[in-house]
T-cell receptor, first 115, second 114 residues
Framework: NAGVTQTPKFQVLKTGQSMTLQCAQD?????MSWYRQDPGMGLRLIHY???????DQGEVPNGYNVSRSTTEDFPLRLLSAAPSQTSVYFC??????????????FGSGTRLTVV | GQQLNQSPQSMFIQEGEDVSMNCTSS?????WLWYKQDPGEGPVLLIA?????ELTSNGRLTAQFGITRKDSFLNISASIPSDVGIYFC??????????????FGKGMKLTVNP
């Protein structure tokens, strides 16, 4: 099993450009999430999905869109990149057992710089 | 929303020493998770706790799910240089719609001097 795979690992964008960060998992997890990590801020939730066709906003959703057409994939779109979106982005997946999350696994991250 | 207070923010210890860190909240959580992150990598799960009062060990690591469900601690015994990194706590709680959400502490940076 590959676990959670994120691509690309590094990306530089110009302000106003758009791009999609890819995330795929092969563990049949129903939960998938996107976080951004900034110095001194820890991990902040951008968007999450509890299953194919279902997405919801997290703590810092502005400037990002997501969709979940399959269980395996959860892409994150930046429609018009801004310097404030310079960050390291992590995708994670998990499954639920009753009211608890199990197997919460992170990808290795995408380091994005917006100039 | 729910917030986690993780402390301390950083620690500098000598190899062989023990280290403790904890996370507290005013809210109740269903699950507590402890992660370690190495530079340039994603967080890696160290220990998961699913029951209030649960005490779990993984090698030199020991973690406990507080009896009130509002806190958790992680201990590392006999530290070694490869323990260097950032340690995060995370707690999951149930939203009104029934789905689970995970919130993270801000992390503790551990430095181990050989």
């Amino acid at each position: 099993n590959a676990g959670v795979t994120q691509t690309p690992k590094f990306q530089v964008l110009k302000t106003g450009q758009s791009m999609t960060l890819q995330c795929a998992q092969d563990m049949n997890h129903e939960y998938m999430s996107w976080y951004r990590q900034d110095p001194g801020m820890g991990l902040r939730l951008i968007h999450y999905s509890v299953g194919a066709g279902i997405t919801d906003q997290g703590e810092v959703p502005n400037g990002y869109n997501v969709s979940r057409s399959t269980t395996e994939d959860f892409p994150l779109r930046l429609l018009s990149a801004a310097p404030s979106q310079t960050s390291v982005y992590f995708c994670a997946s998990s499954y639920s057992v009753g009211e608890q999350l199990w197997g919460y696994t992170f990808g290795s991250g995408t380091r994005l710089t917006v100039v | 929303g729910q917030q986690l207070n993780q402390s301390p923010q950083s620690m500098f210890i000598q190899e062989g020493e023990d280290v403790s860190m904890n996370c507290t909240s005013s809210s109740i959580f269903n699950t507590w998770l402890w992660y370690k992150q190495d530079p340039g990598e994603g967080p890696v799960l160290l220990i998961a706790l699913y029951k209030a009062g649960e005490l779990t060990s993984n090698g030199r690591l020991t973690a406990q799910f507080g009896i009130t469900r509002k806190d958790s601690f992680l201990n590392i015994s006999a530290s070694i240089p490869s323990d260097v990194g950032i340690y995060f706590c995370a707690g999951s709680y149930t939203l009104q719609g029934g789905s689970e959400k995970l919130v993270f502490g801000k992390g503790m940076k551990l430095t181990v001097n050989p």
